[in-house]
């Protein structure tokens, strides 16, 4: 049994760059955060999330090269990119693929097991750049793969860094490793003075 439970917020900004996207029937998950004048970066987010999903399953690798083409075609030569986490459970076993600063997060009995680590650098000025991830004409898309053995009372958390970052963590971590679980407390504790839009998918192993 998986239970599943997810929300995508336009917080401060004018437009939700954010994007969602699942087949809970196939057990494939995926949040991606876009970035890109006008609508760029929605667009960018849907066009990679969607193709992710409809792919699935697959050779990872193989997929993200079909989604980086998606873009492309949608991109033409305006500069767009979105970041990428992706979740897809077979069985008692998880298979976890990023790129960028959207993060995935596994949680056993009270601890965080696993969480996915950043590409980003510090520019000369001290200014974070995303070092790896889908952008219009690019080859830095490849992600990270991580595989797992996952057991009944697993958590897993998929967001953009409008969920964690602003110093939010320290709150987020105390609502992930709490005895009572809600992934609603999750977002109503995002909401307060949020930064950026704020997008994630909770999935608890049953």
């Known amino acids: 049994m998986l239970r599943i439970n997810y929300f995508s917020e336009v917080g401060p900004r004018d437009k939700n760059e954010d994007c969602i996207a699942f087949d809970k029937y196939k057990s494939i998950f995926v949040v991606c955060d876009g970035m890109g004048g006008h609508d760029g970066g929605a667009i960018a987010s849907r066009t990679v999330a969607d193709t992710i999903v409809g792919e699935w399953p697959g050779d ?23 970041t990428m986490a992706m979740v897809a459970i077979e069985g008692d076993k998880a298979t976890f693929a990023h790129c960028g600063d959207t993060r995935i997060y596994l949680i056993r009995d009270g601890r965080v ?9 510090l520019t000369a000025v001290g200014d974070p750049i995303i070092t790896r991830g889908f952008f219009f004409h690019s080859n830095r898309y490849m992600p990270e793969l991580h595989a797992e053995h996952i057991v009944s009372g697993d958590r897993i958390l998929i967001c953009t860094d409008g969920v964690y970052g602003n110093g939010k963590w320290s709150s987020l971590l105390d609502l992930l490793t709490s005895e009572i679980y809600d992934s609603e407390n999750i977002r109503k504790s995002v909401s307060v003075n949020p930064h950026d ?7 608890e192993i049953g």
């Open 113 to 121: 097991v696993y969480q996915s680590v950043d590409h980003v650098a």
């Open 60 to 82: 990872v690798n193989r997929i993200c090269r079909k989604a980086s083409e998606a873009l492309d075609a949608v991109a033409g030569n305006t500069a767009m990119g979105t």
């Open 197 to 203: 839009n704020y997008s994630a998918i909770s999935l």
